[in-house]
């Protein structure tokens, strides 16, 4: 697996192998260019008041979350959408499709600051490249955090290896606190292996083009037990506005 470097470089790996791995220091650098990061702090900070997801069908309590939805098309106008539910089909998410889940939202210091504008400027910047005929986008973004504890593991991807059911996905890592593993496998189609990694350091990311893979993470235990143990991430997905009444529940 080659590690891109730039944006160019991305591109090129994404096109080439449907997912790429960005270091953290390139990564911040590369958003920067897209946009101020000020209020990074804060933003980073906003994790630590999501809200226990309610739906987890194995029963766990491991996870927390919050949920935004945009639009963004062609003429450059990035817009908040009103709050609404995630879903997906069971067709991508046995464990929890078909069912419309209501996240609490994004606040909007969180989810109108610099920082997330930066992130999904420069998203809408790569995966425009790679699909220049989209005219609008559909942009969900979630705000994960997986605890683990004393004997309890964090499942970052309770599912196991899926797909999202959308275009292209980002998940860059904004903090983790005393947790071993929660590494990120990507396997083709088929099922065969395409490489793996492990988000360890503030703005590493990963970019997938979910067409064409599909990708997991391994559960997250506490190093120390008796200390907060946690993996937070961001996760953004762009789907084509033309195709995202797809991802809708019927009314």
């Not at 029963?59 to 106008?77: C, F, K, L, P, Q």
């Not at 990035?78 to 709050?83: A, F, I, T, W």
């Not at 609404?84 to 996240?103: C, E, I, K, T, V």
Request: with cysteine; proline share 6%; charged share 20%.
């Amino acid at each position: 697996m080659r590690i891109a470097h730039t944006h160019a470089s991305l591109r090129e790996a994404v096109t080439r192998e449907g997912f790429t791995f960005v270091h953290g220091d390139v990564m911040r650098g590369l958003l920067a260019a897209s946009g101020p990061l000020s209020d990074w702090d804060a933003f980073a900070e906003s994790w630590n008041d999501l809200e226990l997801d309610r739906y987890m069908a194995d029963g766990g309590r491991y996870r927390r979350r919050r949920h935004a939805v945009y639009e963004w098309r062609r003429e450059g106008v990035l817009c908040r959408k009103p709050h609404q539910p995630h879903y997906q089909s069971l067709d991508y998410n046995p464990m929890h499709g078909g069912l419309a889940r209501w996240f609490e939202p994004i606040s909007p210091a969180a989810g109108d600051g610099a920082s997330m504008r930066a992130i999904l400027s420069f998203s809408k910047s790569l995966f425009g490249s790679l699909s220049p005929a989209t005219s609008a986008w559909h942009i969900e973004t979630h705000q994960f955090r997986i605890e683990a504890g004393p004997g309890a593991q964090g499942r970052p991807t309770p599912e196991g290896m899926h797909r999202d059911g959308v275009d292209y996905v980002l998940v860059l890592l904004v903090h983790r606190r005393n947790i071993s593993s929660g590494t990120t496998a990507i396997h083709a189609l088929d099922g065969r292996s395409l490489g793996h990694f492990t988000l360890t350091h503030p703005f590493d990311a990963a970019f997938v083009d979910d067409k064409r893979v599909a990708h997991g993470v391994t559960p997250v235990d506490a190093i120390d037990p008796a200390s907060p143990a946690f993996r937070d991430v961001l996760v953004v997905t762009f789907v084509s506005a033309a195709t995202d009444t797809a991802l809708q529940p019927a009314d």
